[in-house]
DNA sequence: ATGGTAGCCCTGCTA
C-alpha cells in the first residue's frame, strides 16, 4: 500500500499536475492540503475517471483539505469536534477517513506567520487541540496516519540553513515540543524511519530567489504513524520531480510504501 | 534593508 502527501497550494492551479501525479506515482491514498476550493468546485469526478474515491473538506478562498484513495474511504469527519477548541474555528484545517483499514488523516497546520503575533500562538493551540483530538478519539495501538502540512521542521538538519532561521516560525522550541508530543503519544516520523541519519531531504521550497534550485528547503511535509502502520514502512521518498517544470506547487509529494 | 514568487480575490493579503 503506498500512502502521500501533498500541498498542492490551490487544486484550480494545479489540477493538472495533481492529474499527472496520479497517472505515474501508483499512490493508493493521497491526502492535499490547501486545496483552495469550496466543496462544491471540489473535482471529485476527475478523481473519480482517475479510479479514485475522494473527501473534502473546503472552505473555498483558503485552506482545504482532502483525502483520495483507490482501496476504499469510510466514515469520513472534518475538526477535532465540539470537545476541542479550535482557535481557527471555520478553516477547513483537518478531515479524517478510513482507507484500507487505516483511519488516515490530511492535515494543515496553521502557519503562525511570526513568533510572537497572536497567529503563533493560535498555532501552537491548534498543535495543542489536534494533541488532545487525536488522544481522546484514538489509541496508539489503532492502525493511524496524521499526514500533511505540519509547517513545523522537527529538526535544524530539516532546514537548508538553521542559522538563517533563528527567531522564525517553524523551528521554535515550542513548535518542536507540540510535534515531539504526539511523537511521545506514539505516532511515528515515517520518513525518518526511512532515513535515520540523512539531512537536508526536504519536501518545500520557497517559490522566490530561485530557493528550489539553491537547494534552499525544508521538510515540514510528515506522515506521522501510529506502531502498527510504523512498522510497515518499506521506503519513502519525495517526489522532486513533481517540484520542477510548469506550474508546479512549492511543496512536492511525500510519498511513503507500507506492506501488505 | 526586507527582497524574491505565486495564488487568491476588494490590485492587499496569505504563504
Redesign the pocket.
Given at each position: 500500500m503506498r500512502i502521500a502527501t501533498w500541498n498542492v497550494?490551490?487544486l484550480?492551479?494545479r489540477l493538472p499536475r495533481v492529474e499527472e501525479f496520479l497517472g505515474y506515482a501508483e499512490v493508493d491514498v493521497l491526502c492535499l492540503q490547501e486545496t483552495?476550493l469550496a466543496d462544491t468546485a471540489f473535482p471529485a469526478l476527475t478523481f473519480s475517471a482517475l479510479g479514485y474515491d475522494s473527501v473534502h473538506y473546503g472552505q473555498?478562498?483558503?485552506n482545504g483539505v482532502a483525502i483520495l484513495s483507490r482501496v476504499g474511504i469510510e466514515d469520513p469527519s472534518h475538526g477535532f469536534g465540539d470537545a476541542h477548541v479550535d482557535p481557527y474555528e471555520g478553516d477547513a484545517r483537518i478531515l479524517a477517513a478510513t482507507c484500507g483499514g487505516i483511519r488516515v488523516v490530511s492535515v494543515y497546520v496553521?502557519?503562525g506567520?511570526e513568533v510572537g503575533t497572536e497567529?503563533y500562538d493560535r498555532k501552537l493551540h491548534w498543535l495543542g487541540s489536534m494533541h488532545d483530538w487525536i488522544d481522546a478519539t484514538h489509541k496508539p495501538t489503532d492502525p493511524l496516519v496524521v499526514m500533511g502540512d505540519f509547517n513545523v521542521a522537527p529538526e535544524d538538519r530539516d532546514v537548508w540553513d538553521p542559522k538563517k532561521f533563528i527567531g522564525s516560525t517553524h523551528v521554535t522550541e515550542a513548535e518542536r515540543k507540540a510535534v515531539a508530543r504526539l511523537e511521545e503519544w506514539g505516532l511515528e516520523d515515517a520518513f525518518r524511519r526511512v532515513y535515520p541519519d540523512s539531512d537536508r531531504l526536504f519536501s518545500y521550497w520557497d517559490?522566490?530567489?530561485g530557493d528550489f534550485h539553491q537547494h534552499r528547503g525544508m521538510r515540514i511535509d510528515l506522515v506521522l504513524a501510529s506502531p502498527p502502520v510504523a512498522e510497515r514502512v518499506t521506503w519513502a521518498v519525495v517526489d522532486r520531480n513533481a517540484r520542477k517544470g510548469t506550474?508546479p506547487s512549492d511543496h512536492a509529494p511525500v510519498i511513503i510504501d507500507l506492506r501488505d
Open positions: 497550494n490551490s484550480k492551479a483552495k473555498g478562498q483558503w496553521p502557519n506567520r497567529f517559490y522566490r530567489a506550474g
